[in-house]
């Protein structure tokens, strides 16, 4: 996993190379707090770690966020679910545009 800016902690360090493995994807950016993903045309999943082991989710359009959603580190089941449900609205925005 290659990281531009950014200095993720371990347990971050792992839900982004869990997440990566998802996408395919073998690169992240750092900006404004949040690891991003990207999805598709200016579509992106943004990661953030906040307190108590949980990661903010965010499906962003040019960095913009429009969904939000929360999950545990360790709840690999609900961060797949998160992660796909960001990739196929990125993919139906896509269509629409």
């Known amino acids: 996993m290659k990281f531009i800016g950014g200095n993720p902690d371990a347990v971050t360090l792992d839900v982004l190379r869990y997440v990566g493995n998802l996408l395919g994807q073998d690169v992240c950016w750092f900006l404004r707090g949040a690891f991003h993903f990207k999805?598709?045309?200016?579509?992106?999943?943004?990661?953030?770690?906040?307190?108590?082991?949980?990661?903010?989710?965010?499906t962003c359009h040019l960095t913009a966020s429009?969904?939000?959603k929360w999950c545990r580190a360790t709840d690999r089941s609900r961060l797949d679910l998160l992660i796909r449900e960001a990739a196929d609205s990125a993919f139906t925005m896509n269509l629409s545009l």
Request: glycine share 8%; aromatic share 8%; hydrophobic share 40%.
């Open 66 to 68: 429009r969904a939000t």
């Open 39 to 58: 999805l598709g045309n200016e579509w992106t999943v943004a990661l953030s770690p906040e307190s108590a082991g949980r990661f903010r989710v965010d």
